[in-house]
């Protein structure tokens, strides 16, 4: 083995050992982003599409997760990291509803002793949305 294979030999194990790491270490940082809910939240309909992935087509549909709010029309995809308040969350969204995307703006998710309150700068106000079992 020539000199500089022996000397590149420590700097290739460390090397491999960072490689090795850094998807665990991204993939934990990714997770701790996703979590900031305990759970899915909504009604009879939307919890039953968390646990099956299929809808019963019902046209009340309330689904909030850590990926957004889904209901019967539309879909609301969270697009920041969320900003802890007293009560809950405020976090970016998106909603989009037959192909039409409307604007981001910031929503409220208040925790009460009965589920999540989602709550629009328009007033619009959905729940509580009680946990998902």
């Known amino acids: 083995m020539s000199t500089h294979a022996k ?3 420590p700097i290739l194990g460390c090397l491999l050992r960072a490689l090795t790491v850094m998807p665990l270490a991204s993939s934990a940082t990714l997770v701790h982003a996703d979590t900031f809910l305990d759970g899915a ?3 009879k309909e ?5 646990r099956t992935g299929e809808s ?8 909030l997760n850590a990926e957004g709010i889904t209901t019967a ?3 609301c995809a969270f697009k920041d990291r ?3 308040t007293a009560g809950g969350f405020k976090i970016k969204t998106q909603c989009e509803s037959e192909g039409e995307s409307g604007a981001v703006e910031t ?9 999540y309150i989602i709550a629009f700068k328009d007033g619009t106000r959905w729940g509580p949305l009680p ?3």
């Open 7 to 9: 000397k590149a030999m």
């Open 41 to 43: 939240y909504g009604n």
């Open 46 to 50: 939307g919890c039953a599409y968390a």
């Open 56 to 63: 019963s087509g019902a046209d009340v549909f309330f689904l």
């Open 73 to 75: 029309t539309a879909f």
């Open 82 to 84: 969320p900003m802890t």
């Open 107 to 115: 929503v409220d998710l208040t925790k009460s002793a009965r589920g």
């Open 131 to 133: 946990k998902c079992r």
